[in-house]
């Protein structure tokens, strides 16, 4: 168990261009979850998977995120046409199924600086 | 819809003094209800959580936290701080099996800071 990882750790990019963020789970874990979390804030849910379906959205989820996660293991967060507002941390966490009493383990996050 | 409000957006203890860090949740259910710590450029740490049976469930670190049904409530507590606990703190509640969703809500989070 090497625990949640995420990558890039940090990312500054320009205004318009697109990011793409990486997120390893626990291997044997098979809910994946994004979250986004700006400054005094506590993490806000974007959106979820179980295996390869992606099953929840949350509204925060524009029309310009796109989450995909191919073969039930690693995740993908991507952002186009980046905007200001969307500089932020963002958590992945995972969990396993079996019971609602499930934890999420949460990687280090990325931190997107939109200039 | 669920809920939760952190009263305090920071609170200072000396270091050895009790820690008192609280969290007021709604929930249309029966809720889960969690607390995590999140050190500077970290993710965030599970310290403990409440589903059903005992109502004070003990963590990591020392902190434990008391569920009270009737005052809607989940504090934390540790009974005497250390330079280590500075950090911030989470609490989130998520709906059970008989509710919507598993999701967790978060609060804004309580940032504590310990003094020697």
């Known amino acids: 168990d090497t625990g949640v990882s995420q990558n890039p750790r940090h990312k500054i990019t320009k205004r318009g261009q697109n990011v793409t963020f990486r997120c390893d789970p626990i291997?044997?874990?098979?809910?994946l979850y994004w979250y986004r979390q700006t400054l005094g804030q506590g993490p806000e849910f974007l959106t979820y998977f179980q295996n390869e379906a992606q099953l929840e959205k949350s509204r925060l989820l524009s029309d310009r995120f796109s989450a995909e996660r191919p073969k039930g293991s690693f995740s993908t967060l991507e952002i186009q046409r980046t905007e200001q507002g969307d500089s932020a941390m963002y958590l992945c966490?995972?969990?396993?199924?079996?019971?609602?009493?499930?934890?999420?383990?949460f990687g280090p996050g990325t931190r997107l600086l939109v200039l | 819809a669920q809920s939760v409000t952190q009263l305090g957006s920071h609170v200072s203890v000396s270091e050895g003094a009790l820690v008192l860090l609280r969290c007021n949740y709604s929930?249309?259910?029966?809720?889960?209800l969690f607390w995590y710590v999140q050190y500077p450029n970290q993710g965030l740490q599970l310290l403990l959580k409440?589903?059903?049976?005992?109502?004070l469930v003990k963590g990591i670190n020392g902190f434990e936290a008391e569920f009270k049904k009737s005052e809607t409530s989940f504090h934390l507590t540790k009974p005497s701080a250390h330079m280590s606990d500075a950090a911030e703190y989470f609490c989130a509640v998520s709906e059970g099996p008989s509710g919507g969703s598993y999701i967790p809500t978060f609060g804004r989070g309580t940032s504590l800071i310990v003094h020697p």
């Open positions: 291997s044997e874990h098979n809910r």
């Open positions: 966490a995972s969990s396993s199924s079996g019971t609602f009493q499930e934890t999420q383990y």
């Open positions: 929930s249309s259910v029966p809720p889960y």
């Open positions: 409440y589903t059903t049976g005992a109502t």
